[in-house]
């Protein structure tokens, strides 16, 4: 084969070396490929017996593809879905099945030398063990030997789903910090639509990816709330604001580029979910006051970017309410529950709050004495005259100790990034 030329001719008949792909990528005919993420990195993947189980196959392909070493522990009833010579092939070692026909240590050597287990997929009866501290086989046998980092990735039917005893053996493993990737919705095995459906492995990569990022926020929680919310005034008809989202879904998607550990609260907006994070749909801000809150004791850091009514009906009507004979109509507000405020008040050390000031005039002056009165330590202000629903923005970083930090009109993707690496600067 004639090597590949890396220089062409321009139109004054000049040679011009191309840039592209490096010299040996050319000599050797290769395409480039982008800089493997998880080389030397030792991956244990446990494979539970669900329908999903076919989907761990393409994850280890991609996380192999990635750089990392895998190795495979299957249970008894995920070899029922896919068959141990798939992932053996896959993974390109020894897939392990029977603690029994091993060697006698071999688990408690794979649980002190993995970097990172994920479990994919963890079915009910595997969560259900592992909360309650059994060990009857290869798999949960090595989870119990291990201090290393371990993703759950659960997925079943969605009544398994949201069994309290499913959803209270989860809460129990993630106060005891296990990491967990929430199910999806979508279709299930039984063609049923609804929650519990295993992500894509994209998905489960680049969470593994963001598990191994050395950003300045690796090992941190970080709780971003975003979007509008919406009060209703009857079964139809809502309140709510132009506010789209976009600047808190890409604070939630710099704080995860930085290495965070994000659940993002979003308000009804028109964007895509994020992958790679846990992302929590609510509508009023009664919702989102109950979801932040039981989140916020274990945030280390919590980004207030929703644009949170200030007002709500005094009652929601029964019924759609009619004009006929009527010339105006009457609709009684009442304040609603200030979220930043109560997290303000019920802070703990270390926790780094942010809220935002979306103002038409004066926003700096303002946006300061909200950061003092809601105990905040950085304010984000801008003009929202300008900002709502554009995909650019400006922003003034205000810090507790009153010092200002101005960014010019960029992209709301790449303000975020800068406004996050200033606040993580500015509270090392
Ligand atoms: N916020 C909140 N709960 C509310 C209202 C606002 O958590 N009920 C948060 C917002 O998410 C934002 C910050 O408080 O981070 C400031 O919001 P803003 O609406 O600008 O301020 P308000 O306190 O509502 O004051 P006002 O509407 O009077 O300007």
């Given at each position: 084969?004639?090597p590949?030329?890396?220089?062409?001719?321009?139109?004054?008949?000049?040679?011009?070396?191309?840039?592209?792909?490096?010299?040996?990528?050319?000599?050797?005919?290769?395409?480039?490929?982008?800089?493997?993420?998880?080389?030397?990195?030792?991956?244990t993947?446990?494979?539970?017996?669900?329908?999903?189980?076919?989907?761990?196959?393409?994850?280890?392909s991609?996380?192999?593809?990635?750089?990392?070493?895998?190795?495979?522990?299957?249970?008894?009833?995920?070899?029922?879905?896919?068959?141990?010579?798939?992932f053996?092939?896959?993974?390109?070692?020894?897939?392990?099945?029977?603690?029994?026909?091993?060697?006698?240590?071999?688990?408690?050597?794979?649980?002190?030398?993995?970097?990172?287990?994920?479990?994919?997929?963890?079915?009910?009866?595997?969560?259900?063990?592992?909360?309650?501290?059994?060990?009857?086989?290869?798999?949960?046998?090595?989870?119990?030997?291990?201090?290393?980092?371990?993703?759950?990735?659960?997925?079943?039917?969605?009544?398994?789903?949201?069994?309290?005893?499913?959803v209270k053996?989860l809460?129990?493993?993630?106060?005891?910090?296990y990491?967990?990737?929430?199910?999806?919705?979508?279709?299930?095995?039984?063609?049923?639509?609804?929650?519990?459906?295993?992500?894509?492995?994209?998905?489960?990569?680049?969470?593994?990816?963001?598990?191994?990022?050395?950003?300045?926020?690796?090992?941190?929680?970080?709780?971003?709330?975003a979007?509008p919310?919406?009060?209703?005034?009857?079964?139809?008809?809502?309140?709510?604001?132009?506010?789209?989202?976009?600047?808190?879904?890409?604070?939630?998607?710099?704080?995860?580029a930085?290495?965070?550990?994000?659940?993002?609260?979003?308000?009804?907006?028109l964007?895509?979910?994020?992958?790679?994070?846990?992302?929590?749909?609510?509508?009023?801000?009664?919702?989102?006051?109950?979801?932040?809150?039981?989140?916020?004791?274990?945030?280390?850091?919590?980004?207030?970017?929703?644009?949170?009514?200030?007002?709500?009906?005094?009652?929601?009507?029964?019924?759609?309410?009619?004009?006929?004979?009527?010339?105006?109509?009457?609709?009684?507000?009442?304040?609603?529950?200030?979220?930043?405020?109560?997290?303000?008040?019920?802070?703990?050390?270390?926790?780094?709050?942010?809220?935002?000031?979306?103002?038409?005039?004066?926003?700096?002056?303002?946006?300061?004495?909200?950061?003092?009165?809601?105990?905040?330590?950085?304010?984000?202000?801008?003009?929202?005259?300008?900002?709502?629903?554009?995909d650019e923005?400006?922003?003034?970083?205000?810090?507790?100790?009153?010092?200002?930090?101005?960014?010019?009109?960029?992209?709301?993707?790449?303000?975020?990034?800068?406004?996050?690496?200033?606040?993580?600067?500015?509270?090392?």
């Amino acid at each position: 084969m004639p090597p590949l030329q890396n220089t062409i001719v321009d139109s004054d008949g000049n040679a011009v070396k191309l840039a592209l792909f490096k010299d040996d990528d050319y000599s050797n005919g290769m395409q480039r490929q982008p800089e493997a993420s998880l080389t030397g990195k030792q991956i244990t993947v446990g494979v539970g017996g669900g329908i999903a189980a076919f989907k761990a196959a393409h994850l280890i392909s991609q996380l192999r593809q990635q750089g990392a070493d895998v190795q495979v522990i299957l249970t008894r009833a995920g070899a029922q879905f896919v068959t141990p010579l798939t992932f053996e092939a896959l993974s390109h070692r020894r897939v392990l099945q029977n603690l029994f026909e091993d060697e006698p240590l071999n688990h408690v050597h794979l649980a002190h030398n993995s970097d990172l287990f994920v479990i994919a997929p963890a079915t009910y009866d595997l969560i259900g063990k592992l909360a309650n501290g059994l060990a009857d086989d290869y798999l949960t046998t090595t989870l119990a030997a291990t201090q290393q980092p371990v993703l759950l990735c659960p997925a079943m039917e969605q009544q398994m789903y949201t069994n309290p005893i499913f959803v209270k053996n989860l809460e129990t493993l993630r106060q005891l910090n296990y990491h967990v990737l929430e199910a999806e919705a979508g279709t299930l095995a039984s063609g049923r639509s609804g929650l519990g459906r295993l992500p894509e492995p994209e998905v489960i990569l680049s969470k593994v990816q963001s598990m191994f990022s050395n950003g300045p926020l690796t090992g941190k929680r970080v709780l971003v709330t975003a979007g509008p919310t919406r009060e209703r005034i009857d079964p139809m008809r809502v309140i709510s604001n132009r506010s789209s989202g976009k600047m808190g879904y890409a604070m939630a998607q710099a704080a995860q580029a930085m290495g965070g550990q994000v659940v993002l609260i979003t308000g009804p907006t028109l964007l895509d979910e994020p992958s790679g994070m846990t992302v929590i749909q609510t509508e009023s801000v009664d919702d989102m006051f109950e979801q932040t809150t039981s989140l916020a004791a274990e945030s280390d850091l919590i980004i207030m970017a929703a644009a949170v009514a200030d007002w709500q009906p005094k009652e929601i009507l029964e019924h759609k309410e009619g004009k006929a004979g009527k010339d105006s109509l009457m609709l009684e507000l009442v304040p609603t529950k200030d979220i930043l405020f109560h997290l303000g008040q019920h802070r703990h050390e270390n926790q780094i709050i942010v809220g935002f000031a979306a103002e038409t005039q004066d926003f700096v002056e303002k946006a300061k004495a909200k950061l003092k009165k809601k105990n905040a330590d950085f304010f984000v202000a801008n003009d929202v005259s300008k900002a709502a629903e554009s995909d650019e923005n400006t922003a003034v970083l205000i810090a507790k100790d009153g010092s200002e930090q101005s960014f010019s009109l960029m992209e709301k993707s790449a303000l975020a990034r800068q406004v996050l690496e200033s606040i993580v600067k500015a509270s090392d």
